[in-house]
């Protein structure tokens, strides 16, 4: 951990090939209306030049801190900036976003009428490709009912409008994340799906402010962009840590539901219509470990979800993912001609 006075927040950032949006990024931080933070840099193992424009910001900014290392990914990133941090409290922000310049004063008005809250939650915009035309992500969101509230009834009204998996746009109280032992997991696409819920729902204080967090809607660089055997043996991963999780937590039946019901149209989308993508000798592997979850589809109740059910029901998991597959295929071709 990083010696000396304890500031309020640590902006944790983790960098990667992301040059032409970095500066903005930082910036937007430099110039927060409230002063008590430091920026802690992330580089992992950026090849296109980042690297050298973090180096240039901690040797113009004492509060600026930049720690190189090999690549990771972006989970690998975070874990090490959380290990960094000096602040009471911290804050995640991807570094091709950036945030509204009251952000960090929102957050410490927060703390100053609740007290040393566990989570904070702000709202989270879409910069639509980047042009400046900015948009809520939710128009269901109601401030008030986020004033003061345990883990639980937050993640429960969060589910009610849209769920947030995005460790972005929050501000944890880094003793309640280091006591809770959190960690994102390295090497894993749905790193946020399998963490960020939890955290919400262990939390006994949350709340939210109107400090705006911009996320800009284009497409992102990724190692395992395009690896479909990856991209869905690290869902089912996380569908099934999920259920091994929820048959164990007390929590209300409502909550529960509709994670489930989330759950089930990962299923759905990400995993069963994406397993014959996959390399050949790579989907026996993956059809064996959808079995796992296909109870979870029963949550599904809409149109798309009872049609997922009869396929399987009909032709079998194997001939219902390979039938998925081709509706995907063809809904993909006809979107592109559009």
């Known amino acids: 951990m990083i010696t000396g006075t304890k500031t309020l927040f640590s902006i944790i950032l983790p960098v990667y090939n992301v040059k032409d949006y970095l500066n903005a990024c930082v910036d937007s931080i430099i110039n927060q209306t409230f002063k008590d933070f430091e920026i802690i840099l992330v580089d992992d193992g950026s090849t296109d030049g980042s690297d050298k424009i973090c180096d240039k910001y901690s040797s113009e900014y004492e509060n600026i801190i930049t720690f190189h290392k090999p690549n990771g990914g972006q989970s690998s990133a975070r874990n090490k900036g959380v290990e960094l941090a000096s602040g009471k409290f911290f804050i995640f922000v991807d570094s091709d976003d950036y945030i509204d310049l009251n952000t960090l004063r929102m957050f410490k008005d927060a703390i100053d009428e609740l007290g040393d809250l566990d989570l904070i939650l702000s709202e989270v915009m879409w910069d639509v490709n980047n042009e400046g035309v900015v948009l809520p992500r939710s128009n269901k969101l109601n401030m008030e009912d986020y004033h003061l509230l345990d883990g639980e009834t937050a993640l429960t009204k969060m589910y009610r409008t849209i769920p947030d998996w995005s460790p972005c746009g929050k501000c944890y109280r880094t003793e309640y994340w280091r006591q809770k032992g959190f960690r994102f997991i390295e090497g894993r696409i749905s790193e946020d799906l399998q963490l960020i819920d939890r955290v919400i729902l262990e939390a006994k204080t949350v709340s939210m402010v109107k400090g705006h967090y911009y996320y800009r809607s284009r497409i992102r660089t990724s190692t395992m962009h395009g690896n479909y055997y990856k991209l869905v043996d690290d869902t089912l991963f996380v569908i099934d840590d999920w259920d091994q999780y929820l048959q164990v937590k007390p929590m209300n039946e409502e909550l529960k539901t509709l994670i489930y019901k989330s759950l089930a149209n990962m299923l759905e989308h990400t995993a069963l219509g994406n397993i ?32 997922v059910r009869f396929l399987i029901s009909a032709l079998g998991i194997r001939m219902a993912c390979h039938a998925l597959n081709i ?7 006809r979107m592109s001609l559009e």
């Open 276 to 307: 014959y993508y996959a390399p050949k000798d790579k989907r026996e592997y993956l059809l064996t470990e959808s079995k796992k979850c296909i109870h979870i589809l029963k949550y599904d109740n809409s149109i798309e979800g009872k049609g």
């Open 327 to 333: 509706i995907k295929t063809k809904r993909k071709k």
